[in-house]
C-alpha cells in the first residue's frame, strides 16, 4: 500500500478536538462587563492564569475572553507531550541560562507535579500517564549527542537511562534505531484537548466566566487607572489583564517583533489491532523523539492509535496565518513515509486524522514575558512548541507580575529569573524576515543529512543567541 492509501481517508481536524466529549460552546460577551482580572486567550496560558488566579485569591472576580473555543489553537492540537522543561529541553537552556539551570529545572519539574496534581484535584480526566520520553538516536551521531545529554541531565539531578540498540528495539521496536535516552520522570504524556476543556471545567467551577468566540480588538487604558477591552458585542473594563493570546496578532504592538507562527503538523492512525501492538512492542507507552533537527514526535492515544508528527516546521511570508495552511497535503505524505520506514511491521495502517496548528516561535525557543500600561497588563508568549507543562509556570510568572495573590508582592523567585527578565532577539522585517528564516531552515536540514554538522551560517546564529524552530 503506498502512502497515499493510507492518508485517503484521514479528516483533516485535529484528533484530539474531534472527540466526542467535546463541550458545547460557551456563549459570547455581550455589553458591558466589569471585573479584576481579563485573561485574553483561552489557551493554557489562559486557563492557567485564570484558575491560578483563583487559587491565589478566591474572592477575585475573573473573566476570560477566547476569540474561538477553548483549546480549539495549539492547546487542542498538539502532541501532547507535557514536559518539565521551561527551556525547550536542557540544551537551550544551558546554552543561554546556565547558572540559573538547576534552579529553572527544580521549578519546571515542581510545576510537573503540580499539574499532574491538579488535575487529581478537579477530578480532570485528561488521560494523564506518567510514561516519560525516550528520544531516540537513528545515526551515530545522533546517539554521541545523547551521551553528551544524559551527562548533562545527570548534573541537573535528572537519572536517565541510556539504551544501546538492542535494548532500546526491546523497548520499541523499529529497525531504524540505533540507540536512546530514556527520561522517565521529566515527560508525562497526556490528552491536550481534554487538558484544556477539564481546566476550563476547573475554572467555571471557582467562579471564572468564561465567554469564547469574543475576539478582543480593542486595548485601552482609562483615565480611572482600569483597562479596557473591546469585542464585537461587549467591552470588559478590568484592574488587570494578561495576554495568553499565543501567536495570534498581538492587542500589544510591541510582541509583533518578537514572534513568527510557524506551522507544524500531526497524523494520527487507526487503533492498532493486538497483533500490531504486538509487533512493535512499546510496552511502556512512553512519548517518544527522534533526535535530528529535523525531528518527529510519536506517541500512543488511549486507544492504542498512534500519534505521529512534527519534521516540517512551515513559515509562511508575511507571518501568514490562515485556516487553509492547517492543510499541507505534501507535509502529510511526507511524515506518512516517514511513519513506514520507521514502522514497516505496520504496512496496510490507515491514518484517520491529518491536521495542522500553529507554534508560537521566538528566537529564543521558550516563553518570555513582560508587563505594561505601568504593571496592569502582563504577557506570556513564544512557548516555541514546548508550552503544554510551560504554561502553567508562565500563568504564575504573569500573576506574579501583576501583584495578584502574593504576599510578598511582585518580586517572586519567579520574576527574579534572569530568563524571565530577559527577552529574545527580535526578527528582522519582511522581506528579510522569510529570507533568513527560509535560509535556516535550509542550513538545518543540511546539517542534519551532514551527521550533525553545523554549516557557518548556524554556527553565527547560535553565536547570537538566535534560532528558528518549531
Ligand atoms: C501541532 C503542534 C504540536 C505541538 N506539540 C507539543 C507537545 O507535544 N508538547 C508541548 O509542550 N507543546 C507542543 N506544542 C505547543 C503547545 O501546543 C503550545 O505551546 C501551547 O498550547 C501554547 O498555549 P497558549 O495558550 O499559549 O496558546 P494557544 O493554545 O495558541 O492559545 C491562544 C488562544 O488565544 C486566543 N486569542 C488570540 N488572540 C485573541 C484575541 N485578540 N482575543 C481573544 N482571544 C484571542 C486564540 O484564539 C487561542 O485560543 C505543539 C503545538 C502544535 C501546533
Known sequence: MNVLTALVDAEPTSYWLADPGRPEAGGALAGRVGCDLAVVGGGYTGLWTALRAKE?????DVVVLEADRVGGAASGRNGGFCAASLTHGLGNGLERWPDEMPQLERLGRQNLRDIGDTLA????????????????????????????????AAELGWRPTLLGPDEVRAEVDSPTYVGALWDREGVAMVHPAKLAWGLAEACRALGVRIFENTRVTSLQGESDGRLRLGGAYGVVSARHVALGTGVFPPLLKRLKHFLVPVYDYALVTEPLTPEQRKAIGWAHRQGLGDSAN?????????????????????????NGLRSELERRPATFATLAEHFFTTFPQLEGV??????GGVVDTCSRFCAFYGTAYDGRLAYAVGYTGLGVGATRFGADV????????????????????????????????????????ELTRHEIARADRNAGRRGLWLRTLDRFGLGFDS
Open 56 to 60: 491565589r485569591n478566591p474572592s477575585l
Open 121 to 152: 484535584r478537579y477530578g480532570v480526566d485528561a488521560e494523564w500517564e506518567r510514561t516519560g520520553e525516550m528520544h531516540i538516536a537513528t545515526e551515530e551521531w545522533q546517539f554521541e549527542e545523547l551521551r553528551e545529554e544524559a551527562e548533562h
Open 294 to 318: 529535523q525531528f518527529h514526535y510519536y506517541r500512543l492515544t488511549a486507544d492504542d492509535r498512534i500519534l505521529w508528527g512534527g519534521y516540517d516546521a512551515v513559515y509562511h511570508y508575511g
Open 350 to 355: 490507515r491514518f484517520t486524522n491529518a491536521w
Open 398 to 437: 504573569m500573576l506574579d507580575q501583576l501583584g495578584i495573590g502574593e504576599d510578598e508582592g511582585r518580586e517572586t523567585e519567579r520574576t527574579r529569573l534572569r530568563m524571565v527578565r530577559s527577552k529574545p532577539v527580535p526578527f528582522p522585517p519582511e522581506p528579510l524576515r522569510y529570507g533568513v528564516i
